[in-house]
């Protein structure tokens, strides 16, 4: 069965850290430009990190950079996003989506993607 399945989400307080997985699962991520989103309740959807496949690139669209770093380990088939740090208003659900080639850099500009995974909950408490 092909599949990708982020885990690695929970309760911390403020101030700590959390360490997200995106496994693939019948297909081979070395060629997928892994990327990460995050969706709280009642906002929209919004990109955090992404990963290319061919060179390891990143891209981080938003000011999450240096709090959040996306990493992928191809002999695992994983994709990591470490998270430092953490504010009550990174609570949301986190997704992780692979699409075929190209760059990092326009993951978010996709209309769509291959794969999705489904969410894992993150939730930081004041």
């Known amino acids: 069965e092909v599949q990708l399945q982020a885990s690695g989400g929970g309760s911390v307080q403020a101030g700590g850290s959390l360490r997200l997985s995106c496994a693939a699962s019948?297909?081979?991520?070395?060629?997928?430009?892994i990327g990460w989103f995050r969706q709280a309740p009642g906002k929209p959807r919004e990109g955090v990190a992404s990963i290319s496949g061919t060179d390891g690139k990143t891209y981080y669209p938003g000011a999450l950079k240096g709090r959040f770093t996306v990493s992928r380990d191809n002999a695992k088939n994983t994709v990591y996003l470490q998270m430092t740090s953490l504010k009550p208003e990174d609570t949301a659900v986190y997704y992780c989506?692979?699409?075929?080639?190209?760059?990092?850099?326009?993951?978010?500009?996709?209309?769509?993607?291959?794969?999705w995974g489904q969410g894992t909950q993150v939730t930081v408490s004041s």
């Open positions: 019948g297909f081979t991520l070395d060629d997928y430009v």
């Open positions: 989506a692979a699409d075929w080639g190209g760059a990092a850099y326009d993951m978010f500009q996709r209309a769509r993607f291959d794969y």
